[in-house]
């Protein structure tokens, strides 16, 4: 009986081994696969080797809207030059991780623009090019340009950053997906955990932007709604030149026949917290250290805040993503960031589920109530069906770390008493949108 040489022989037993191993990995699929060639071997055992799926590319534009913003009091709230693209790439590598498996290839292509008719050619030549994915990083009239130009193709858009009312109502479009929270969430998630803490007293101090008077209106929306009590409402107006040491008494003074007009100290009503409309930073991260009114709780736009992300969440997997995200972009994993990990997520999700990759049918069923994505918040998470919103928990956090997570406990709500996160928002009987 002739006995192979030692080497050959433990050669041979390793690569059996691997080889069977590899079979019990890929379970059942690994014997079904109609492209696996067999091999035998003369008195040994007959194993199969799989060939790799031939790789079908799918393709997810990001569409990014460069605009003029005011300078905030802190260069810390200057955004970085990736700032939302890294988030997308970083779902385009969780995509790819399982994708391989099932033969589908994602890529990202970028486009930035400084104006709503240069994003529309730049959506022209990401869907001629075989984007039908886009994640979009734009204000709201680019958004409805883009979507009005998308009518009737096979183009389904994510809006990771536009959080106007509107967009969700009146203005609300079919190939939009809604990532980014409306400001009624942000407000709504924010009330609750402020009421549940019996902070109810509000004074509200606003900017004089658009944005700012809109998330104003959000807060006396969210206030009526919940049980809280706005005691005053005053309107900051920056005229200090940008000299962050001259801006005066934060909150201002609200005229009145009795005040002087040497008067520095704000008069304090009876109130829990303040509440800042400030979404461009200009004036806000001011309100807790100038000024003399009383010390209180600040939240709003500033303080204690209502994103989608902060980089102190730790609980449900967060810890793992941020460190990844950091491991590989070298910075913090930013709300926008998240945004548009989860816009990508929401594509290699279904394209999974959908693997023949027909537009149509992925869009349906991102559309529909079978999406289930988990991206570290605890609960399976998908789209509304009556206006495009991604219902999410909200986290409640300061800039260092969460105190909680909206909904809160206790505030039910009668279309869908099952689905906590829709008290966040316009519920269903509420909405006015027609898609």
Known sequence: MRFAKPSTALAFATSLAASLLAAAAAGPAFAADTNQRSEQREGGVRFQIPQSPEMVPVDIGYLREEVAAPVPA??????????????????????????????????????????????????????????????????????????????????????????????????????????????????????????????????????????????????????????????????????????????????????????????????????????????????????????????????GTTGLTAATWSPGHEKWGATQANNNFEKRFKRLLLPIDYDAYVAVRTVGEAVTRKPDNDFETVSAFIHGPDLQLAPFKGIKQQFRPWDGQFRQPILIATEKVPVSVSPQKGFPHASHPEIEVDTLGIDEPESVCKM
């Open 74 to 299: 802190s260069r810390l709230d200057i955004e970085p030059e990736d700032a939302g693209i890294a988030g997308a790439e970083f779902g385009i590598k969780e995509n790819n991780a399982g994708g391989r498996f099932v033969g589908h290839l994602y890529s990202l292509g970028v486009e930035t623009v400084s104006s709503p008719e240069d994003a529309v050619a730049a959506l022209e030549k990401l869907y001629t090019s075989g984007h039908n994915y886009i994640v979009v990083d734009a204000s709201a009239p680019t958004l409805l340009k883009l979507s009005d130009w998308a009518k009737d193709k096979d183009i389904l858009l994510f809006n990771i950053r536009a959080e106007d009312v509107s967009l969700r109502q009146e203005d609300c479009r079919a190939n939009i997906m809604h990532v980014v929270p409306d400001r009624y969430m942000l407000a709504d998630a924010l009330a609750q955990y402020l009421v549940k803490m019996d902070w109810k007293n509000w004074l509200v101090v606003h900017g004089s932007s658009d944005a700012d008077v809109a998330y104003r209106d959000a807060v006396e929306r969210a206030a009526r709604r919940f049980g809280a009590n706005i005691v005053d409402i005053r309107e900051y107006v920056d005229v200090s030149g940008g000299r962050r040491d001259g801006v005066g008494p934060i909150p201002p003074a609200k005229p009145h026949k009795e005040a002087s007009a040497s008067q520095s100290v704000v008069p304090s009503p009876n109130y829990d917290v303040i509440m800042v409309a400030d979404e461009a930073q200009v004036f806000g991260p001011l309100i807790p250290y100038r000024g003399g009114g009383a010390p209180r709780v600040v939240a």
